[in-house]
């Protein structure tokens, strides 16, 4: 079964072990010309390699590109969907019930696309904002564009 979240401001998601539903799917949509980003809460993920994984894909369901496949007890870095959805695929087993994970899911926008972010020369997107940088041989101004 798989499930929407539409997102405006954020969200924050939890998945454990459950004996009733060990597959959880799920996408999430963002407003259009947004993107998501995943910030996975450290220590959360202490999944089965065996038996345990997390999915993330880059599209609204199944076969879109996969970003990432998590398993064991890593905790991922932050991602990125290059749209406005990503899909989500928790799989496990209920041989052994630990707390999943926990991630808290943002809009983001690519604010270099519209007039180079006020840029004068280069503009370079980072996760929750932008930042200017010049071609060699060249300095910022002082109001950093």
Known sequence: MQSQLRIGVWARIRLGVSHRYPTSRFMVAMNHGW?????????????????????????????????????????????????DNLFIHFQTDSSVAKPGFMARILPERDECKVNNGGC?????????GFKCDCHPGFKLHQDAQ
């Not at 998501?36 to 076969?63: H, K, M, Q, T």
């Open 35 to 83: 993107h998501a980003i995943i910030f996975f809460e450290i220590g959360l993920i202490p999944f089965s390699i065996r038996y345990d994984f997390l999915e993330i894909r880059d599209g609204s369901n199944s076969s879109a590109p996969l970003l990432s496949r998590f398993c064991g007890y890593e905790t991922p870095d932050a991602i990125r969907s290059t749209g």
């Open 120 to 128: 004068q020369q280069k503009c370079i997107n980072q996760l929750g």
